[in-house]
């Protein structure tokens, strides 16, 4: 097993790890410059953000990836740390000088590190300041769950850091993420946080390490803090040293970035006018040059290597740790300090100085070694022996059989979520291969969501065994709720950002971890909306998951307004990497969810199909919109053709004939108004057709590509919603209904240029039954018949009025 960070580094060692500090941060300073100042910069848009918060970071992520970190380590790095990032890949061969010459242009290196769009390696997307740190932790929950089930033993444990800027401490969801780890018993997950004391604005707080250490402290991390750097430590030792601690110890962060930015001279006379009447103070102070002085007063621990390699070789146990690491915010460069330097660029004048401090020649400025002291074949030896550089970081696994068919009892009347439900408690039931890597979670809603019979069948997940007491004192109840290193349910407390951040990381195992698991995860349908950044950042990083949301819509009557969701059909249609469903039958659940089983694993580089014009091989995520409204079932075989039909996202329920004048599209719950309304309309209008759309995403996503194919040429591309709508007469009408926003069907005129009515719902919070709440919005049959009448010719339809 190789070995990181455990031992000291030599003194010539720790001679090179210096050359390489000062290398990263030269190359992440010219890779922004070069990107301001030197490209061809069309948009005239500065980037901005980057070179002052990179810097701060420049010692830390120097003394980890060339030293302590090993290759099973996951880290997540702030999002303005990418330069510095992309720069120690470079010098890792891992990334190209294209690239970095390309930084935040065209297919250049990103300007927030991404697992997905980068090549170097990146561990987990950030830039979303909140989501990649508590993404470590539940990182760490997943490999303790994966090891927990005798998978990837084989392997080391690894650790999963993260670099946290101190404003991003800000973000909520870092401390629902820290309580839920508490809670789980999280383990080998390491926090370093920048403490340059200055966010995007301006310069923060007084006193938040004290605020942060407590915290920390009180949910059971072990707390770090570094704040001298190695010469401070040593003047400290001289006289007169006690005295300047204290000084720097009350000095206000505002104050000291003052004095940072203002150099030598400002420190000497600050502190000459503060301290400088105690002769020992006063010598320690004389005893150095401006420079030096300078150099004293910033040398933080932050940007001291032998302060943090040796904090970091110290750790000896697997307690969660919070490293609070005093750095300072452009440390290197012209603007350290400055409260305005978040989008601190340095003046050509100012790069040049850099360089010449740097020993950088012009037209050398990309070479690895350029200006170093210590000879590029003993460089290039270091950095080959690194112990993070060596060995395979991106692990994959094999596909697990899905199978084609799930099987599953439907009673006459039945909602879907019962049928998810259903479904889940079949599965359970048996040993197949998909069924030992399902792993669900939910956050408090899992009996709610109709998970309890899978849980009772497979079992809560927690390191250590606990039994249910209910159960042991032989009380009757529905559920057991025993927790075992067996488990196969993740219980969470109601945190919906916990919720999507865990699937994140339960749906990379197969490359963090080398063992695929098939995640699903169960929340009510409104409060995706909770925690919309963290799935959009897990479909962003390629996670994959099963998403059941449930209940959802006005549907929900019987749980209040408070609870409808009305945008969550438009996010089904827009979130990138997620492929979004909502079926009305179960037999269409059962068809979806084994398509889904298969998809979510699914990672082929291909061309659109010429069948549905999705891009089907890459797979991706599945959200599935579920609702607890009992629906009458349709009796019927499930023929490949409907199954294939359905998970490309339509089918005929009621095909038009050559006459028909109005054709009702509806997707979901709103099923048995959809087909009473056709009914209705059978006597006045010629031939009615009922389409049933299962998933108005796959469908759109369809038609797009299907009209770019043939903007390119392919003259026959047609998408599968083309081909259905294809022989409906140009003078029909079609009338849409869904219980969610309009607009998620209202596109199915401009496929073939057919009037459209799109009914659905558009404010929120009424209370009543379905009845009540169907008529209050307009999604009853009523309602379409009379959408229907109004949009096509022909006489009145007769039954509208005998409608309440
Ligand atoms: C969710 C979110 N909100 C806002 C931003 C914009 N933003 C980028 S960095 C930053 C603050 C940076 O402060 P800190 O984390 O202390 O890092 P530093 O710049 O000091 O290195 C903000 C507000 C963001 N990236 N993500
Ligand atoms: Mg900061």
Known sequence: MIEGGTTNPSARELAILHELEKKVLWLASWTIHHANHLRENLDGVKVGGHQASSASLATIMTALYFHALRPQDRVAVKPHASPIYHAIQYLFDRQTRQKLEDFRGYKGAQSYPSRSKDIDDVDFSTGSVGLGVAQTLFSSLVQDYVRAHGWALERPEGRMIALVGDAELDEGNIFEAILEGWKQGLRNCWWIIDYNRQSLDAVIREGLWARYEALFQAFGWDVVILKYGSLLQQAFREPGGERLRQWIDNCPNQLYSALVFQGGAAWRRRLLDEIGGQGAVTRLIEARSDEELARLMTNLAGHDLPSLIEAFAKVDHERPICFICYTIKGFGLPFAGHKDNHAGLMTPAQAESLRAAMNVRSGHEWDKFEGLSI????????????????????????????????????????????????????????????????????????????????????????????????????????????????????ELGIAEMNLFILLSALGLSHAINGERLIPIGTLYDPFIQRGLDALNYA?????????????????????????????????????????????????????????????????????????????????????????T????????????????????????????????????????????????????????????GLLAVTSADRLNAGWTAAQRARERGLVHARAHIEKLLGDVPSHCGIVTVIDGHPATLAWLGAVHGHR?????????????????????YGIDANAVVAAASALTPGRPIRHLKALP
């Open 375 to 490: 000879a590029p074949a003993e460089l290039q030896e270091f950095l080959r022996r690194v112990p993070f550089a060596a060995g395979t970081r991106r692990h994959q696994a094999a596909r697990i059989e899905a199978p084609a068919d799930l099987p599953v009892t439907i009673q006459p009347v039945m909602s879907t979520q019962t049928g998810f439900g259903a479904l889940l408690n079949e599965l359970g039931r048996g040993k197949t291969a998909i069924a030992e890597r399902i792993v669900t979670t939910s956050p408090d809603v899992t009996v709610s969501t109709n998970l309890g019979a899978w849980v009772n069948r497979r079992g809560l997940f927690a390191r250590k065994a606990l039994a249910d007491t209910f159960r042991s004192e032989r009380i009757p109840s529905t559920f057991s709720w025993d927790f075992s290193p067996r488990g196969q349910h993740i």
């Open 629 to 688: 409204r009992p629906i009458e079932q349709i009796k019927r075989a499930m023929t490949p053709e409907l199954r294939q039909a359905i998970v490309d996202g339509a089918y005929w329920q009621r095909a038009p004939g050559p006459n028909c004048q109005v054709v009702v599209a509806y997707t979901g719950a709103v099923v048995p108004e959809a087909i009473q309304a056709v009914g209705l309309m059978a006597e006045d209008r010629r031939d009615v």
């Open 539 to 627: 479909c962003y990083q390629d996670a994959r998951f099963i998403l059941a949301a449930t209940p959802s819509g006005i549907t929900l009557a019987p749980e209040g307004g408070a609870h409808q969701s009305i945008a969550t059909p438009l996010i089904g249609l827009a979130q990138d990497g997620l492929a979004a469903f909502e079926p009305a039958f179960v037999d269409e659940l059962a068809a979806i969810l084994a398509f889904a089983f298969d998809y979510i694993q699914r990672d082929a580089e291909g061309e659109a199909s010429e069948r549905n014009w999705l891009r089907d091989e890459t797979g991706g995520s599945v959200y599935l919109r579920l609702s």
């Open 756 to 776: 459209v009515r799109a009914l659905g719902v558009e404010h929120f919070g009424q209370t009543g039954s379905i009845p009540d709440l169907y008529r209050h």
